[in-house]
């Protein structure tokens, strides 16, 4: 995908918008709308969110759900499990889990919790790294009061790749810098892709600005000042997420 954009760049088309739509809009759409899905994947009804390395495996074919059970590729289970273990010492001695632990060790640590108990539901015979998970020691994360930034931290991800991608293809961010109004900037595009899936009551066009803006930030929000300190290594997810988006088969309303 990042190829069409520098051939692009580097020839006459003019429409950079229908461009962007057709290499970046529609695979978003359809990701976001197997997100939503798998956010409500055997939960009973409630929401559980995920992280960009979560997408990954996801869209890599590495974890895959039948309908029943969750089926992992070898060596994912220990990996799955790994990547819980910061939620799982602090259940295991009854930290505070939801005070102290971040969003994405948090959001780790319930994947694993999440697929050990769907599976040992049915009497699938868990890894040995996934047993623990299942036990009532991993207790449930309790949420504060107040919006829950977990959702948006994929969700962010894509929103700012895909609007680093509209910006390369000469679109401007925001509305107020667009060259003329007859055409669309790149948060609009962005959170038309959100809406398109469902998902604009949740991600919105202000949503967006602020995914962007978040990596310029030379205030003093901790939060925006870490997510700078991070750009390189969310940078290069975006040449991942070229390819990721591109995997996913399409959507079919279900």
């Avoid at 088309?13 to 229908?18: A, H, S």
């Amino acid at each position: 995908m990042s190829s069409e954009i520098d051939d692009a760049n580097s020839s006459s088309r003019q429409d950079p918008v229908g461009l962007w739509q057709e290499i970046v809009g529609d695979p978003l759409i359809n990701a976001l709308k197997w997100i939503d899905l798998w956010r409500k994947e055997a939960t009973g009804g409630r929401t559980r969110e995920l992280t960009y390395q979560e997408f990954c495996f996801r869209a890599n074919g590495h974890l895959t759900f039948d309908g029943k059970v969750y089926r992992l590729t070898e060596g994912l289970a220990e990996v799955i499990a790994q990547m819980g273990s910061e939620g799982l010492i602090r259940a295991d001695s009854k930290t505070a889990l939801a005070k102290n632990l971040v969003p994405v060790p948090a959001l780790h640590y319930e994947l694993a919790r999440h697929i050990a108990r769907t599976n040992r539901a049915v009497g699938l015979e868990l890894p040995k790294s996934l047993r623990v998970y299942a036990d009532d020691t991993a207790q449930d994360l309790q949420r504060g009061k107040g919006g829950d930034q977990e959702k948006r931290i994929l969700f962010r991800h894509l929103a700012w790749w895909a609007t680093d991608r509209a910006v390369k293809l000469g679109l401007k961010v925001d509305r107020s810098r667009a060259s003329n109004e007859a055409t669309q900037c790149a948060a609009q595009l962005v959170a038309d892709a959100f809406f398109a899936a469902s998902l604009g009551n949740e991600f919105t066009y202000n949503s967006v600005i602020a995914a962007w803006e978040a990596h310029r930030h030379t205030g003093s929000d901790q939060r925006k000042l870490k997510i700078k300190i991070h750009n390189a290594a969310y940078q290069r997810h975006f040449f991942e997420l070229d390819e990721l988006v591109g995997k996913l088969s399409l959507f079919e309303t279900r």
